[in-house]
């Protein structure tokens, strides 16, 4: 399978107190992926905003790679939206909001709105940060689902990309696969042998799925396949979270409606409470 | 199983159940009467209960029966369907015990065996004692002969004085003897248990009241005379006890107030059986868990079939099953025969029952009444935390001054309003409450189970913790981490130190970790527990958590210090490359070896700033070596990476020890060091210790092994690996 290289990166900057941070982290990202960067404002071009800017570009230490910077007024999602379509963006950066006076991240709803319509992948971050802080370790899904081949192969791409030495690939199977009911010492020990089979089953099924990944990708990084039986979509984020891993690669839903905007699942136990960096692959 | 053990095991069980009849008979009696049923509506629910929980039931040596919880209701039930009209009101209240056998079997196929979880444990403990009050207060006033007086429970209470100047003014010598025996009856309730003699204790003391009742009927018909004690206030059974099986009537069926005594009596029955059932779980010798779903059906089919018959409702009772477990019951049968033995006894002594006095049956019902309401429980519930006492008095106090359901759910509404108030935050339930909750895992490394809990846990949301912990198999190793949970309350540690004890029970362990940064301001260690606000962080107000305790006697043990907070350790990761710039906000738990040069402690510390902050919670060993040794971390999964941005810091090739080199990675800035510090011994201490991280600095190590908080038990096992390394490398 060809793997997917990221060649155009599109970072959205606001002039908000993480801006510097923000920009940083595309330029660094720009550089790390050997991408063209274009960096999108909503807004009049301005001398002073303009002059912000390279100020801040000024502070980035070494040579900062080649970007664009694109201004346009109009509805933030919008013209995001057409800037990925019209650069042919494969990355979106978007930075993430922390729930005021507490460890916890979401998304605005113009960021939501975005995730869910990009045409390329999307980069959340809750953390952005001036220096580099190195990503060490990621966690990406593992679940029986058409796209998640695509996920696993992205996740190597990027983590290998950004230096991290492990992945985790973590298999969310739903409670109700064991048909079982735990009542009793009996039963109890025919749904811990049932549990043992499906996790028997579900490794294996990973592991084809990795065969399809060339040997140079995978020899860089230490790789951990994790079973977990719960809700799914909402134990890869606390799993991440209780790993400490700095990235989370998820598949994106295959559509979205208002259902499931009113019952959340997969994605967005995700989206309200960002356990993490989060990479939502197209 | 070979035929002499089902022999054994046999005669073992109807021993037990025969000492269970001689405590049931009485209750049985007693508690009917005190419901406002006729006598023998207790034994008929004893007999069914027995027969069909026996042979259907999911729970292996609990006992069933009439339980007390259900008095205050089924009396209600009787006075208010009836309208004054007892024997009508008895046949409408059978109606409603038929219903609610209905409903619990329907509870069963539902599965709702965790019913009581739902329920804050204080609220319930506040409704059993309002219970108990009740009961007191009204077999008190029987105790002494009177069987007229009704209402309130206040205005009983403050009915008591003249209830006995009236006894000493107007009472007959009849009355005089039955309050005498009442008197006495209860004495022997109180004093059992104190009077340490083999001979007295080879009657269980509700039979000791039954055989007083008896003594004294004998003597007056012994001198002649006959019984002075007036008929009304003796035992009244049917002529006839295996005929005239009353009909139940229906009638009332559209009537609210009906529906509403159904839905109180399921709710008590179910309660009351849970309770009791989880109780017994503990008991059991054999250390088997009840099926809670299948013991519900059993329990509903069996108060079908005592209300067609006539008894009362069918639940799992406490008192009665652990008198059978500790005669050496070992299964159901047990139950069978208690059944068997008390319909035997109620048939072939019948004449001798109808000479009891109801006094003294009052008697062992005030002392049940008591034990609901004791002093002990209101000092326990204050132990626990102002705020657990307040939720107490508020559901007791309501639930006598309105009904068992209305005082429940104020209860249950007291215990979030205070949860509330504690973490001055209604968002942090509001916004979390159907959100999913709880992760668990088999930890790949240890094959420990991995349960991890975030936002809040409380009787709320306790099921989602319990559904998980149910699925561990008991004889394995689970760790329940808190540490991302910001509220944790009374219902559920209580819970969780029973699930403590199961698993200890079954050889495997159930440890919890995360709690101990929490504050509470009670020493129990069940006071809730709350992060917070983060801000006010105290170093350690209040109780020790029970991680705590157990690394002050792993201290103790060694005859090491153990320190709760020990402020002057937070510069000390200074030293280090990798924790240079991570900010240290708290050492606690410090533990400290000899002469200080070994040191174990729990540590909270973050990275990164402001809108990059990350807090981290830990265990690190110290370790301070006498000699100087390279500067080098070590590590399986490089998870020290932090170190190779230092300028000159590479990972070491051992072309000697190709194997470690290959599953190992070692870092420092002076390969030729490293490589000499590395001989033969040291290659094979440290591969068997490959789980851990270690750094170290040149003049000592830190040693760590998970991003959480060590149980007790790593905690141990890292201290010993502490005191191998630096026996390994000072020599």
Redesign the interface.
């Known amino acids: 399978m060809q793997q997917k290289q990221y060649n155009t990166i599109v970072v959205g900057v606001a002039f908000s107190p993480?801006i510097q941070?923000n920009v940083f982290e595309a330029l660094r990202m720009s550089e790390m992926f050997n991408a063209s960067l274009v960096m999108v404002h909503v807004g009049e071009k301005t001398s002073e905003k303009e002059a912000a800017l390279t100020k801040i570009i000024a502070g980035f230490e070494g040579n900062p790679p080649p970007f664009r910077v694109f201004w346009r007024a109009g509805s933030p999602v919008e013209v995001l939206l057409n800037a990925c379509t019209s650069e042919r963006a494969d990355l979106l950066i978007l930075g993430a909001i922390?729930r005021e006076?507490l460890?916890k991240y979401y998304l605005g709803s113009v960021a939501r709105k975005i995730t869910r319509n990009a045409p390329c992948d999307v980069l959340l971050l809750i953390?952005?940060?001036v220096n580099r802080?190195?990503c060490?370790s990621g966690v990406v899904n593992g679940l029986a689902h058409p796209k998640t081949e695509e996920a696993i192969d992205r996740a190597f791409y990027v983590l290998s990309n950004l230096g991290a030495?492990?992945l985790t690939i973590v298999e969310e199977i739903p409670e109700d696969s064991v048909a079982i009911?735990?009542?009793?010492?009996r039963?109890?020990?025919k749904?811990?042998i049932a549990k043992e089979r499906i996790k028997l089953r579900e490794n294996s099924r990973v592991q084809r799925l990795l065969n399809d990944i060339p040997e140079q990708v995978k020899e860089n990084l230490?790789l951990?396949v994790?079973?977990?039986?719960?809700?799914r979509g909402?134990?890869i984020g606390?799993?991440a979270?209780?790993?400490?891993a700095d990235l989370l690669v998820m598949n994106a839903p295959s559509k979205l409606t208002l259902w499931d905007r009113l019952f959340?699942h997969d994605l967005e136990?995700i989206l309200?409470?960002l356990p993490t960096d989060v990479l939502i692959v197209r | 199983m070979n035929k002499r053990a089902i022999f054994s095991g046999m005669r073992s069980n109807i021993f037990a159940g025969f000492v269970v009849s001689l405590i049931a008979m009485p209750l049985a009696l007693g508690l009917a009467i005190a419901s406002g049923f006729p006598p023998i509506a207790g034994i008929i629910a004893s007999v069914v209960g027995g027969v069909v929980v026996a042979i259907l039931g999911g729970s292996h040596v609990t006992i069933t029966g009439p339980g007390n919880g259900l008095v205050v209701v089924l009396l209600g039930a009787v006075t208010v369907l009836g309208e004054g009209d007892m024997q009508a009101g008895y046949l409408y209240a059978l109606a409603a015990v038929i219903l609610s056998g209905v409903l619990l079997l329907l509870f069963g196929f539902l599965r709702f065996g965790s019913l009581s979880d739902f329920f804050p444990a204080t609220a319930i403990q506040g409704m059993l004692s309002a219970i108990g009050i009740t009961i007191l207060l009204k077999q008190l006033y029987v105790m002494f002969g009177d069987l007229e007086t009704k209402g309130s429970a206040l205005e009983l209470f403050l009915g008591v004085p003249a209830l006995i100047t009236s006894l000493f003014t107007e009472g007959t010598t009849g009355q005089w003897y039955a309050a005498g025996i009442g008197v006495v009856s209860l004495l022997i309730m109180v004093f059992y248990s104190k009077i340490r003699s083999r001979f007295f204790h080879l009657v269980p003391a509700p039979m000791w009241v039954v055989l007083l009742a008896l003594g004294f009927d004998a003597y007056f018909s012994f001198v002649g005379g006959g019984n002075p004690i007036s008929k009304a206030l003796l035992i009244s059974l049917p002529e006839n006890l295996l005929g005239g099986v009353p009909t139940p009537n229906f009638s009332k069926w559209t009537q609210p107030a009906f529906w509403g005594v159904v839905v109180s009596i399921t709710l008590i029955s179910s309660i009351e059986s849970l309770l009791s059932i989880k109780a017994v779980d503990k008991l059991d010798p054999q250390k088997r868990r009840s099926n809670t779903n299948k013991d519900m059906k059993a329990l509903g089919l069996a108060t079908i079939v005592s209300g067609f018959l006539g008894g009362m409702n069918v639940v799992t009772v406490i008192a009665r099953s652990s008198v059978n477990v500790n005669n050496q019951a070992n299964n159901r049968s047990a139950n069978f025969f208690h059944a068997a033995f008390l319909f035997i006894m109620v048939l072939v002594f019948q004449d001798q029952l109808r000479r009891i006095p109801l006094t003294s049956l009052a008697a062992i019902l005030v002392y049940t009444g008591y034990k609901l309401a004791a002093p002990a429980v209101f000092v326990r519930m204050y132990q626990i935390g102002k705020e657990q006492l307040l939720v107490f008095l508020t559901t007791l106090i309501s639930t006598l001054l309105t009904d068992l359901i209305t005082g429940i759910l104020i209860g249950l509404f007291a215990t979030f309003i205070v949860h509330v108030l504690l973490n001055k935050a209604f968002w942090l339930f509001s916004r979390n409450l159907l959100k999913p909750n709880v992760l668990m895992y088999k930890e790949n490394e240890t094959q420990n189970y991995y349960v991890g809990i975030i936002h809040f846990c409380t009787f709320l949301n306790f099921y989602k913790l319990k559904t998980k912990l149910d699925k561990i198999p008991q004889n394995e190793r689970a760790v329940v981490d808190f540490s991302l949970c910001s509220f944790v309350d009374h219902t559920v540690q209580e819970s969780l130190q029973n699930y403590e004890e199961l698993f200890e029970r079954k050889g495997g362990a159930l440890e919890i970790i995360g709690l101990d940064i929490h504050e509470t301001d009670s020493s129990h260690p069940f006071a809730v527990r709350t992060l917070r606000p983060l801000k006010k962080l105290r170093v350690f107000g209040g109780g020790r958590t029970k991680r705590q305790l157990q690394l002050e006697a792993l201290a103790h043990e060694k005859g090491w210090i153990y320190k709760e907070a020990a402020a002057t350790q937070k510069r000390m990761l200074r030293d280090h490359p990798v924790y240079q710039t991570t900010s240290v906000e708290r050492v606690y738990n410090l533990i400290e070896g000899p002469n200080k040069r070994l040191s174990l402690f729990d540590i909270n510390y973050s990275e990164g700033a402001f809108i990059a902050k990350e807090n981290i919670q830990t265990t690190l060993l110290r370790v301070q070596l006498e000699g100087e040794i390279p500067v080098f971390s070590f590590d399986r999964e490089l998870l020290l990476e932090k170190l190779s941005h230092l300028a000159g810091i590479h990972d070491i090739d051992f072309p000697d020890y190709p194997e470690f080199s290959r599953d190992f990675y070692v870092q420092g800035n002076n390969p030729k060091k490293i490589r000499a510090f590395f001989d033969a011994k040291m290659v094979s201490f440290f591969s068997a210790y490959g789980f851990y991280h270690i750094m170290s600095n040149g003049r000592e190590l830190i040693v760590r092994q998970f991003l959480r908080p060590a149980t007790p038990a790593e905690a141990a096992a890292m201290i010993e690996f502490g005191l191998a390394l630096k026996e390994k490398i000072d020599g």
């Open positions: 993480n941070a922390k006076g460890l953390k952005p940060s802080v190195a060490a030495q492990k009911k735990v009542d009793d010492d039963s109890l020990r749904s811990t230490e951990i994790q079973p977990i039986f719960g809700r909402y134990s606390h799993y979270r209780v790993s400490r959340p136990y309200s409470d």
